[in-house]
């Protein structure tokens, strides 16, 4: 346990640290990808180029340091962070490369405002803090269904929309597939041609547990004229075939279907989002009383239509195209927003959400403006943890 003396000093250098937070996180992943290239193998190399990863790193070491005297603060938040390390095989090895690039790179950019003594307060708080996340996720290695990457054949690649495509995944080796909870997601290991660098990425369990594959849907990130398609997405849509094998770690995440309360489940999806929520939506359709709300642009980037077909199913397109105005595809157009909301869906119930940025906020938002318990309210953001 750390001294008080340290302790002090962290808490009391949280502020300098975060205002330059960013600056000290670019700085550190920088030099730690130059000098140690083989860690581009880990980390998503877009959200370097797009600042997210930085950002997220500097939020999370800011909020456990200013817990400093308490870390179960930080609880929940480390669970998340815990999930998503597992699913890209963290180990404990990486912590202190991790930690000594860190502590250099508050040097080199503070300065002369950080003395000796504030350095070696870090170092330590450093060491509590990892020691919290590798104690926290040698657990769930233990309590994985496998460890690291096991082989998986695309048994069936299926398009859903204009945008998703599901694959459907086997276990290569032919064994028995694991449960998991409605929510989850896997991870997979790209090894892309004429890519530089192995690139990990999450993608949400779009079918019920239970079946003899596993189930993902994914959306082809396209890109501009200015912005670069996405990696993975596109090489899973383009280049990756029925018949082919790839790595991928036990499914994982701490956003599943609460199974203790009987309240009514209210599902709500922006675009891609509702492939935790399909999930979640077939497993619990026949035993509660279940609205699922999407959202999306228009019919044509609606994917996994047709599995929406209970009766208490809700479609809101932002810009019904015309067929989907002839076909009447559709409950509603334009957002989904508070007014509409309340008039669906009963406000006792557990409400579950998933989408682009702004969706997400918008239904934080409308779900806090009504009065809903933080306790009833989950949700899952497909960017780095701290950045939404
Ligand atoms: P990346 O290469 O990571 O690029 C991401 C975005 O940035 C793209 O839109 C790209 O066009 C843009 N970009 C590229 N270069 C730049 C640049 N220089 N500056 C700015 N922008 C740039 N996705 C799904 O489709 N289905 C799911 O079910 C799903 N579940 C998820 C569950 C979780 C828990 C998480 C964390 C994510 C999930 N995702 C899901 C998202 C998925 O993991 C990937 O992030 C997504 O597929 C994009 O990866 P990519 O490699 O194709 O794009």
Redesign the pocket.
Known sequence: RLDERTREIVKATVPVLAEHGEAITTHFYKRMLTERPELKNYF?M??Q??GKQPRALANAVYAAASHIDDLSAIAPAAETIAEKHVSLNIRPEHYPIIGEYLLKAIKEVLGDAVDEEVIDAWELAYGEIADLFISIEDEKYKASAWTGYRLFTIHKKVKESEEITSFYLKPEDGGSLPSYRPGQ?IGIKADIPDYPHT?R????L?DAPGKDYLR????R???TEE????????WLHDQVQEGDVVPISAPA?DFYLNESTSRPVVLLSGG?GL??LMSMYKKTRDERDVYFIHAARNGGVHGLKEEMDGEQTYVVYETPSEEDKTLAAYDKAGYVDLDWLRNVVPKEADFYFCGPEGFMRAMNGALHEWGIPDEQVNY?F??PKGTL
């Open positions: 998503n877009t959200h180029k797009d997601y690139q990425r999450q993608y949400s779009s993902i849907s994914v959306k990130e396209g890109g912005i670069p398609a996405g990696l993975v997405s596109t995440g891609v492939t935790p899952e497909f960017g």
